[in-house]
């Protein structure tokens, strides 16, 4: 059974200090005196947790970047797993180009 629409729609979520509770600022610029102590233990939990503090900072060096082989190794890699080229074989079509064809004989 479907949910009635009014439980459903909510609305966007208020922002609120977590310290007095007030919809007007968050807890970054509340005043209050148990807000410093929040923030000083949300920035201790940021650094151990290992997050950066506004942003993830692109990595420049990827860690999962295979070697890349050479040149000469990718030829011979190619050869040896062609092998021996086979001769192609002549279309029927370029088979009967090439035949040579009789002069009609003319008679005098």
Same mark, same amino acid.
């Given at each position: ?41 949300? &920035?201790?939990?940021k650094k151990i947790e290992g997050r950066p503090?506004?942003? /993830?900072?692109?990595? #420049? *060096?990827?860690? !999962? @970047? ?10 011979? &890699? ?11 074989? /002549?279309?029927?079509? #370029? *088979?009967?180009? !090439? @035949? ?9």
């Amino acid at each position: 059974m479907k949910r009635p629409s009014a439980v459903r729609a909510q609305g966007k979520q208020r922002k609120r200090s977590s310290c007095c509770s007030s919809f007007s600022y968050r807890i970054e610029s509340c005043e209050e005196p148990g807000a410093d102590q929040i923030r000083r233990l949300m &920035a201790k939990l940021k650094k151990i947790e290992g997050r950066p503090s506004k942003h /993830v900072l692109r990595q #420049e *060096k990827k860690k !999962r @970047i295979s070697a890349q082989k050479s040149q000469t190794h990718a030829q011979k &890699a190619t050869k040896q797993y062609r092998g021996k080229l086979a001769p192609q074989k /002549v279309s029927p079509s #370029e *088979k009967r180009l !090439r @035949i040579p064809r009789s002069m009609p004989l003319v008679s005098c």
